[in-house]
Structures are given as structure tokens and as C-alpha cells.
């Protein structure tokens, strides 16, 4: 009897190996587009977290365990100087819900949400040029007509919103001194995601903001 598959999982931990072959074989893998669209939909389905309704404390670490490996295998694979921004532009969105609710799923462990902010960190700035709309605007100036139609629907600055509205949630469940590192490395995050915003839709970001700029620069009882 397959481990979990009562609750429709096939055994997690063989699941988890062959997401890390993915990013163990990340050179043939980004040598070829099919093999790469096939290999991202197959980490981004193991990024699913556990379905709602299952109380199994034992298949819902495995599952934690294999949502990692999943995102650090993505990470290696995005990560690469091989990597195509507007071959990845139509899963953008879903990539980054899923390794925020991974982030927030981590509150256990401070070093699993400070590396999936690194990986998030990462899919910002490889695919800057989507999120800023400069991608989208260099193809619309050449022969990528396939391409263009593939994502015409894709609204940049609507994920890069969406993204933001995430980590602002991510940035209040960091409520102790314990999770200071990781509203850190969240800034980081934001950083590079207002890098890719134009400057009028950064002023409407102000008032969430403003307030974590303020946090983080405030002295305290610690600086003394």
C-alpha cells in the first residue's frame, strides 16, 4: 500500500528524489523548452500544499519535506544563466503564491523560511524584466509572435501587486523577535520587487510600507 495514497499521495519521499534530480540535472533540462515547461509544471505541483480536510500529521510533514526540496530544486533551475524569462512568464503568479504559502508554512523553522525568501528573492530578479513589463515590451518589438500570444492575457504589474499583497501577510505573521531575520530577508525581497515597479504604483504601496521601513530602523531596548 502506497504510503499516503488513501488520501490520493504516492509515496512523498520518492517524490522528493526525483524533484531534486531536476535540479541536479539543471544543464540538460534548460537545454531543451518542452523539457522545461514539463519540469516546472512538475515542481509547481509538488509546491501544492497538503488539500484541506486531511488529518495526517505524518503525510503533512512528508508533504512539507517535498514542498522544500521542490523549491529549492526550482531555484536551481531558475537560476541559471540558460534560464528564459518569457518562457516562464505564464507561471509567475502561481510561483510565487505557492513559495510564500511555503514561507508561512515554515514558521516551525526560521532557516526553511529564510531560504525560501532567498528562492523568492531569486525568481524576482530572473524574472525582473517580466514583472517590470520590459520583457513583454522587447517581444512585442520582435519575432516572438507565438510567445506574445501565448501571454497576452499575463498582467505584470496586477502579479506584481498580488505579490506584495502576499508578502505583506508573510510580514505580519513574523510576529516576534524570533522571525526578525526573516522580515530581513523579506525586505530584501521587496527590494527587488520594487525594482521592478514604475514609481507611481510604488507611492501606492506607501502606507504598508512606510510602516516596515519604520520597523526595521527603529531603535530598540537591544541597541543599547
Known amino acids: 500500500k502506497l504510503y499516503g495514497s488513501a488520501n490520493g499521495y504516492k509515496i512523498p519521499f520518492l517524490c522528493s528524489r526525483i524533484i531534486w534530480l531536476f535540479g541536479e540535472l539543471r544543464d540538460d533540462i534548460n537545454q531543451d523548452k518542452n523539457t522545461k515547461q514539463f519540469v516546472y509544471n512538475a515542481i509547481l505541483t509538488h509546491l501544492e500544499p497538503m488539500r484541506s480536510g486531511i488529518n495526517d500529521l505524518s503525510l503533512e510533514n512528508e508533504l512539507l519535506l517535498l514542498r522544500l526540496i521542490s523549491a529549492e530544486a526550482l531555484h536551481r533551475l531558475l537560476d541559471d544563466t540558460q534560464f528564459e524569462a518569457n518562457e516562464y512568464e505564464h507561471l509567475l503568479q502561481k510561483t510565487f503564491g505557492l513559495l510564500l504559502k511555503l514561507v508561512q508554512d515554515c514558521d516551525a523553522s526560521l532557516g526553511c523560511m529564510q531560504d525560501v525568501l532567498r528562492y523568492i528573492s531569486t525568481c524576482i530578479k530572473q524574472n525582473a524584466a517580466t514583472l517590470s513589463g520590459e520583457g513583454k515590451r522587447r517581444q512585442n ?46 525586505i530584501r525581497c521587496i527590494k527587488h520587487l520594487i525594482g521592478c515597479m514604475k514609481s507611481q504604483n510604488v507611492h501606492k504601496l506607501y502606507p504598508k510600507l512606510v510602516p516596515m521601513i519604520a520597523y526595521c530602523t527603529e531603535s530598540t531596548d537591544d541597541d543599547n
Do not use: K
Not at 143 to 172: A, K, T
Not at 175 to 185: G, H, K
Open 141 to 186: 518589438g520582435g519575432n516572438h509572435q507565438n510567445q506574445n500570444q501565448n501571454n497576452q492575457n499575463i498582467n505584470h504589474e496586477q502579479i506584481v501587486n498580488s505579490i506584495f499583497q502576499s508578502m505583506g501577510d508573510v510580514w505580519e505573521s513574523c510576529d516576534s523577535t524570533e522571525t526578525n531575520l526573516c522580515r530581513v530577508n523579506l
